[in-house]
């Protein structure tokens, strides 16, 4: 299992939560970094902040005076001095919105201050969107996202041992053997959508399919049938609902952090290769490895399945080995992710066709 396989699920889950209802480009307070990150309506950069005004002459007549960073008309002190038709005193102009709080459901204040109806995201809420000149609550956009490890291992004939292709049957990278492998069995499950239910959305984050390094590979984004290739973003990102799973289908643990500290502990079932070219390391033994990609992460993944959880989003972990002797440090983070099975490791274990899809049954109707 490679370590930013959930760190970028984590990423494209994440929804954006600025406050889009009037604009600024930084956040409601207008605190900012760089003037590049300031629009209308505050679009100079000053003292950390994006304002509307830093001088009188940045005014309008309508509005002619610049004080703290904002334009003030000279109309009214306080909603007192307003009529019924624009109750509210804005920066010292009479207003019938200041916001889009003071506006009809759907509706957005306009920077004349007016209610009326929307033209672009940017201007509703957040977690709104703009339909047919409405503001309305943004849908999760995807119900359930599959994480699924496509590293060379998952090459290794399935534990079911039946099924149509070729498999590698010792792990050596060669497909000796006749059967499923494990990515076989992956595959057939995921095309089979009988476990999915009507109009469910389905998000799928693949690792190992592109790059130079076999083992550890860069990922690829995929979307449910239906879903035209423009709209992967918005399928993927700001997906995150309170019924979003994450399903994490893998061989083995967290691994492949170039970056990682030695001595750590070898996360390959094959054993990893010694930094003095001497014996190698064995499966969950610890010593000084040749590479920090072998070395076990579960950290990572226990780190990005909380910040999942803290989202709402729970995740679950299947392992393809119908075993747990494989993924040292997974239980850890199926027991962060909760979405735990029955067996004491908290892993749904599926090492066959048949297994893996009650698993992946179980997991999108548990409770």
């Not at 399928?235 to 691994?255: F, H, I, K, Q, Y």
Request: charged share 20%; glycine share 14%.
């Amino acid at each position: 299992m490679r370590r930013w396989m959930l760190a970028l699920c984590v990423s494209l889950l994440a929804a954006c939560d600025s406050s889009n209802g009037g604009g600024g480009g930084a956040g409601d307070d207008g605190r900012c970094v760089t003037q590049d990150e300031c629009s209308l309506p505050t679009p100079l950069f000053a003292e950390g902040r994006c304002v509307a005004c830093t001088e009188t002459a940045h005014c309008t007549a309508e509005r002619p005076f610049c004080l703290e960073g904002a334009c003030w008309g000279r109309d009214c002190q306080d909603d007192a001095g307003c009529s019924e038709e624009k109750p509210i005193c804005d920066l010292g102009i009479c207003v019938a919105c200041a916001g889009n709080r003071d506006c009809d459901a759907g509706e957005v204040c306009s920077a004349a201050g007016s209610c009326g109806p929307c033209t672009a995201d940017g201007q509703c809420d957040a977690g709104q969107i703009c339909e047919g000149g409405s503001c309305v609550e943004m849908q999760p956009l995807a119900d359930v996202v599959f994480v699924v490890d496509r590293s060379g291992s998952m090459q290794i004939c399935a534990a079911g041992g039946a099924g149509e292709g070729s498999c590698d049957s010792d792990g050596d990278g060669s497909l000796d053997a006749t059967g499923a492998s494990r990515w076989g069995v992956v595959r057939a499950v995921l095309a089979d959508t009988s476990w999915m239910a009507p109009a469910q959305k389905v998000g799928l984050v693949v690792a190992g399919v592109g790059g130079d390094d076999a083992s550890c590979g860069a990922p690829a984004l995929f979307v449910s049938p239906g879903s035209s290739p423009d709209a992967l973003a918005a399928e993927l990102l700001g997906a995150a609902g309170s019924e979003t799973r994450v399903v994490l289908v893998t061989d083995g643990p967290m691994n492949c952090n170039v970056d990682h500290a030695m001595p750590c502990t070898c996360a390959s079932e094959y054993g990893c290769p010694s930094a003095d070219g001497g014996a190698p390391i064995a499966f969950r033994e610890e010593g000084n490895l040749l590479d920090g990609r072998f070395c076990l992460d579960a950290d990572a993944g226990v780190e990005a399945v909380q910040q999942l959880r803290a989202g709402g989003v729970r995740t679950a972990v299947v392992s393809v080995t119908a075993t747990d002797d494989a993924l040292a440090g997974m239980g850890w983070v199926a027991a962060a992710g909760g979405l735990v099975s029955g067996h004491p490791s908290g892993i749904h274990l599926a090492g066959d066709e048949a297994s893996l899809l009650q698993a992946v049954q179980d997991v999108l109707s548990a409770e």
